[in-house]
């Protein structure tokens, strides 16, 4: 079977966007400009009240600055300890190391890579092969022998 050129797109779509995912920082301190998340301890939960709520669990942005060993985040998004998601638009927020129970990076994951390029190639296989495809071919109508016409209710 002979792939589409839109079909090659889609794949390489997928691949140049990449998935990420959230991995625990070990022994490299994030730098400015990375994409970060932070859980919160409970003593964070006091101190960012004031500016994010009491119920903060999960902290997620890009990290600005370093600022008297804080960590001033651009929020993109809080989880809430009960499970609840607030969207932010990077809403700068000061987050000192006490208040974090565990730092994370976002970082590439080639395996949803390839599995969503996977997923994109099987999906255009399978429209290819059940015909899904609007072709632009027209039903002709047989007129009945004699040259008089039918007529449909």
Same mark, same amino acid.
């Given at each position: 079977? $002979?792939?589409?050129?839109?079909?090659?797109?889609?794949?390489?779509?997928?691949?140049?966007?990449?998935?990420?995912?959230?991995?625990?920082?070990? $022994?490299?301190? +994030?730098?400015?400009?990375?994409?970060?998340? %932070?859980?919160?301890?409970?003593?964070?939960?006091?101190?960012?009240?004031? &500016?994010?709520?009491?119920?903060?669990?999960?902290?997620?942005? $890009?990290?600005?600055?370093?600022?008297?060993?804080? %960590?001033?985040? &651009?929020?993109?998004?809080?989880?809430?300890?009960?499970?609840?998601?607030?969207?932010?638009?990077?809403?700068?927020?000061?987050?000192? +190391?006490?208040?974090?129970?565990?730092?994370?990076?976002?970082?590439?994951?080639? &395996?949803?890579?390839?599995?969503?390029?996977?997923?994109?190639?099987? &999906?255009?296989? %399978?429209?290819?092969?059940?015909?899904?495809?609007?072709?632009?071919?027209?039903?002709?109508?047989?007129?009945? +022998?004699?040259?008089?016409?039918?007529?449909? +209710?």
């Amino acid at each position: 079977m $002979r792939l589409r050129s839109h079909h090659g797109v889609a794949v390489l779509a997928a691949l140049l966007t990449g998935c990420y995912t959230l991995q625990p920082v070990e $022994r490299t301190v +994030p730098v400015p400009g990375d994409e970060v998340a %932070f859980d919160i301890t409970d003593l964070g939960r006091v101190g960012l009240g004031a &500016a994010a709520g009491p119920e903060i669990g999960v902290v997620q942005g $890009r990290l600005v600055e370093r600022r008297n060993e804080e %960590f001033v985040v &651009a929020v993109s998004e809080l989880r809430t300890i009960r499970g609840a998601t607030q969207v932010w638009t990077g809403e700068q927020v000061s987050i000192r +190391p006490e208040w974090i129970s565990t730092m994370y990076q976002r970082q590439y994951s080639k &395996a949803k890579t390839y599995a969503l390029a996977a997923s994109v190639v099987a &999906a255009g296989v %399978f429209i290819a092969t059940r015909s899904l495809i609007a072709r632009g071919t027209e039903d002709t109508v047989a007129l009945p +022998p004699g040259g008089t016409s039918l007529r449909i +209710p």
